[in-house]
């Protein structure tokens, strides 16, 4: 069982900068898959990013090509989103989830999310 643990989000202006954390508790983090996904209020949840277990592949949503960078550091157990020149439809609940592969994208594990609000 994968314990997924969500920081990092907050209340920025447009145009700032945020680095979300994705930490958790399983010693073999490395061995999954980590995507980021984010649900705006009245939206349905979408997908944003992904990271390889190695961390060699990731890919991204066309929407935050360029803004967005998944990161991962398998000693600490963490995954990173640095999130730059955030605009107001950024603003969502933004989930990290675990799975076992790259390729089918099926997410076992989820956390809580962390709330990002982007507004002057």
């Known amino acids: 069982q994968v314990q997924l643990v969500e920081s990092g989000g907050g209340l920025v202006q447009p145009g700032g900068s945020l680095r979300l954390s994705c930490a958790a508790s399983e010693r073999t983090f490395g061995t999954y898959t980590v995507g980021w996904f984010r649900q705006a209020p009245g939206k349905e949840r979408e997908f944003v990013a992904r990271?390889?277990?190695?961390?060699?592949?990731?890919s991204y949503a066309d929407s935050v090509k360029g803004r967005f960078t998944i990161s991962r550091d398998n000693a600490k157990n963490t995954v990173y989103l640095q999130i730059n020149s955030l605009k107001s439809e950024d603003t969502a609940v933004y989930y990290c989830a675990a799975s076992k592969s790259y390729s089918t994208g099926n997410y076992g594990f989820w956390g809580q999310g962390t709330q990002v609000t982007i507004s002057s």
């Open positions: 990271i390889s277990q190695s961390g060699l592949y990731s």
